[in-house]
């Protein structure tokens, strides 16, 4: 339980670099009015960059050519039936892990 | 004050425990992934107080993850600060996305709103934007404290239990994330009507090649930043 000057220096200066993204937007739009066109493509945001985070857990950068990461394909196709015929955030979450542990007890 | 409470009060859902209930589907994601990051943490020579106040600090999965790994390989802090800059740069978009529908709440609770935005919470954040139109500062508060206190709880018991649960990693409980992130865009995709989701199954389409070709040359959180800001430029100017 024990830590240094130099690790709680390196800590905060992590935080700060985390704080002002996120921050800042809450700042600026109280202050400035984001024009029409700004906001239409705020709307793309949510499905953009949630698309973005699951086909990026599909693909395998760390070998010289991308691949599928198979074993997350194969588990992401009853996760996406789930999600698609329940709708629900939990059943989802636990069929995705079920699905997941099976592959990695067999594999 | 008076004036908050009133905006409150038009908003029936607008309760700090509708929150907390909000966030529950979302805390099994939180609790493998913070436990797996203690579990690291402990392997990586971080001790169990650096682990708590890294979840406290940081409170972010992938960043905290790979400044175990660059503190690990004994990388300057300079990199190790700069590369959490920019694994965490997306939640400026994010933010930049959910902070129009609180500009009515002060200074003070924006910067909470913003201090606490993760990718789980802007995903629960946005999925309710697109069912109810809008969302309160006190549901806000309390999806955010119930994330944020779960994480610190979560990384801080795997950094105990650590020296027991060699392996974490291998489990397979990092999946919960994908999974999480697949049911919220199907929620989001539902809500979006009949003309516009053939609109976004394209973009979809077209993401996914994009993200291919862009992981060649990208880390995947930099590939997830670029291929969102081009495929959102392509939707807005193709859009009928």
Same mark, same amino acid.
């Given at each position: 339980?024990?830590?240094?000057?130099?690790?709680?220096?390196?800590?905060?200066?992590?935080?700060?670099?985390?704080?002002?993204?996120?921050?800042?937007p809450?700042?600026?739009?109280?202050?400035?009015?984001?024009?029409?066109?700004?906001?239409?493509?705020?709307?793309?945001?949510p499905?953009?960059?949630?698309?973005?985070?699951?086909?990026?857990?599909?693909?395998?950068?760390?070998?010289?050519?991308?691949t599928?990461?198979w074993?997350?394909?194969i588990?992401?196709?009853?996760?996406?039936?789930?999600?698609?015929?329940?709708?629900?955030?939990?059943?989802?979450?636990?069929?995705?892990?079920?699905?997941m542990?099976?592959?990695?007890?067999?594999? | 004050?008076?004036?908050?409470?009133?905006?409150?009060?038009?908003?029936?859902?607008?309760?700090?425990?509708?929150?907390v209930?909000?966030?529950?589907?979302?805390?099994? &994601?939180?609790?493998?992934? #913070?436990?797996? !990051?203690? +579990? =690291?943490g @402990? *392997?990586?020579?971080?001790?169990? $107080?650096?682990? %708590?106040l890294?979840?406290?600090?940081?409170?972010?999965?992938?960043?905290?993850?790979?400044?175990? &790994?660059?503190?690990l390989? #004994?990388?300057p !802090?300079? +990199? =190790?600060? @700069? *590369?959490?800059?920019?694994?965490? $740069?997306?939640? %400026?978009?994010?933010?930049?996305?959910?902070?129009?529908?609180?500009?009515q709440?002060?200074?003070l609770?924006?910067?909470?709103? #913003?201090?606490?935005?993760?990718?789980?919470?802007?995903?629960?954040?946005?999925?309710? $934007?697109?069912?109810?139109?809008?969302?309160?500062?006190?549901?806000?508060?309390?999806?955010?404290?119930t994330?944020?206190?779960?994480?610190?709880?979560s990384?801080?018991?795997?950094?105990?239990?650590?020296?027991?649960?060699?392996?974490?990693?291998?489990?397979?409980?990092?999946?919960?994330?994908?999974?999480?992130?697949?049911?919220?865009?199907?929620?989001n995709?539902?809500?979006?009507?009949?003309?516009?989701?053939?609109?976004?199954?394209?973009?979809?389409?077209?993401?996914?090649?994009?993200?291919y070709v862009?992981l060649?040359?990208?880390?995947?959180?930099?590939?997830?930043?670029?291929?969102?800001?081009i495929?959102?430029?392509?939707?807005?100017?193709?859009?009928?």
């Amino acid at each position: 339980m024990t830590t240094s000057l130099s690790m709680i220096l390196l800590m905060i200066g992590c935080a700060i670099v985390t704080w002002l993204p996120r921050v800042i937007p809450f700042m600026l739009v109280r202050n400035v009015k984001l024009p029409d066109v700004v906001l239409r493509w705020l709307s793309y945001i949510p499905i953009c960059i949630l698309s973005a985070l699951v086909l990026e857990s599909l693909f395998n950068s760390e070998g010289t050519i991308v691949t599928l990461n198979w074993l997350n394909v194969i588990a992401f196709i009853p996760t996406l039936i789930v999600a698609i015929f329940t709708k629900s955030l939990f059943k989802t979450v636990i069929v995705g892990v079920l699905t997941m542990a099976i592959l990695k007890f067999f594999l | 004050m008076n004036t908050q409470m009133n905006v409150n009060e038009a908003l029936p859902l607008d309760t700090f425990s509708q929150g907390v209930k909000d966030c529950i589907p979302t805390l099994l &994601g939180y609790i493998s992934i #913070g436990i797996a !990051f203690g +579990v =690291i943490g @402990i *392997t990586s020579n971080l001790s169990v $107080l650096e682990i %708590f106040l890294l979840s406290v600090l940081v409170y972010a999965g992938s960043a905290q993850f790979i400044f175990c &790994g660059l503190y690990l390989a #004994g990388a300057p !802090f300079s +990199v =190790i600060i @700069i *590369t959490t800059f920019i694994v965490n $740069l997306r939640h %400026f978009l994010m933010s930049l996305t959910v902070a129009p529908h609180l500009t009515q709440y002060s200074a003070l609770r924006n910067i909470g709103f #913003g201090t606490l935005l993760t990718d789980e919470t802007f995903g629960v954040a946005v999925t309710k $934007l697109a069912k109810e139109k809008t969302i309160g500062g006190n549901w806000m508060d309390g999806l955010n404290l119930t994330a944020y206190f779960t994480w610190i709880a979560s990384c801080t018991l795997g950094g105990v239990v650590g020296k027991w649960l060699p392996n974490a990693e291998s489990w397979g409980l990092d999946f919960a994330l994908v999974a999480m992130f697949a049911a919220l865009l199907i929620i989001n995709l539902v809500d979006v009507g009949k003309t516009k989701l053939m609109h976004y199954l394209k973009l979809i389409a077209l993401m996914a090649l994009i993200m291919y070709v862009l992981l060649y040359f990208l880390p995947g959180h930099i590939a997830v930043l670029i291929t969102t800001i081009i495929v959102a430029t392509i939707g807005v100017v193709t859009e009928k």
